[in-house]
């Protein structure tokens, strides 16, 4: 079953590895499909050079496996809560990169400093609040799923394809789970220039509304005019 989606989750996953974004079994991704219902996600806790598309499991839209041998990855039902909300996106992808997380732990957002940022999010990458002890020890994977939604109220989550989950890491999402890792290396990129930014100029200030808008949507939206004609 949904074989092609697989192997895009499975490639996906791969490529978190050799772009440093995981070590050991850390993260996952996963990907939609909106026509079956169905979600293909990393099975939990199996070592990424190790696994095959046949190890994908299949979930429906609430987390139920429909087919697949192994355990999925623990963080699904964070991944099928954002899937249900956005029904834009087609691939989530989790990582514990570096200085990503490190902004997630500090709880503090990451400003847009610079045009890098501005082509890929239409300001800061927004840091959830904190959960709550009782959202901790009662259904903590989805409840981690309607913090990031809370957060993302009044955003569209196109241009706001990421958000960093208060004390964990950060979720990213994409039109297809390959969208969702490129996302995930560049949260990385621009999570490390804006550490060096901070640590150059204490006082550094986010790029004004006309840069980031020129930059962000000329690569997104209707008038875009970046790249290629389709």
């Known amino acids: 079953m949904l074989e092609a989606l697989r192997a895009e989750v499975l490639e996906a996953n791969l490529e978190l590895v050799r772009r440093g974004l995981v070590i050991y079994t850390f993260g996952n991704a996963s990907g939609v499909s909106r026509e079956h219902g169905l979600v293909a996600i990393k099975p939990s806790g199996v070592p990424y050079e190790k696994m095959t598309p046949a190890d994908m499991v299949i979930t429906d839209l609430e987390g139920k496996v429909v087919e697949g041998s192994l355990r999925p990855s623990s963080d699904l039902a964070t991944h099928v809560a954002l899937y249900r909300a956005f029904p834009s996106i087609g691939g989530v992808v989790h990582t514990h ?35 709550a002890p009782e ?75 006309a840069l980031l808008n020129k930059h962000h949507f000329r690569k997104h939206g209707p008038g875009a005019y970046y790249g290629q004609a389709k």
């Open 97 to 131: 990169s570096r200085h990503a997380t490190a902004w997630a732990q500090a709880c503090v957002e990451i400003p847009c400093f610079g045009t890098t940022h501005a082509d890929y999010f239409h300001g800061a990458i927004p840091v959830t609040a904190p959960l």
């Open 135 to 209: 959202e901790i020890e009662t259904e903590y994977e989805a409840n981690t799923g309607l913090a990031i939604i809370r957060r993302l109220a009044g955003h569209d989550p196109r241009h706001s394809p990421a958000v960093l989950v208060a004390g964990h890491a950060p979720f990213c999402w994409g039109k297809t789970v390959r969208d969702a890792a490129h996302l995930a290396v560049i949260v990385e990129e621009v999570a490390a220039m804006a550490w060096q930014t901070v640590t150059i100029n204490p006082a550094a200030k986010p790029i004004s509304e």
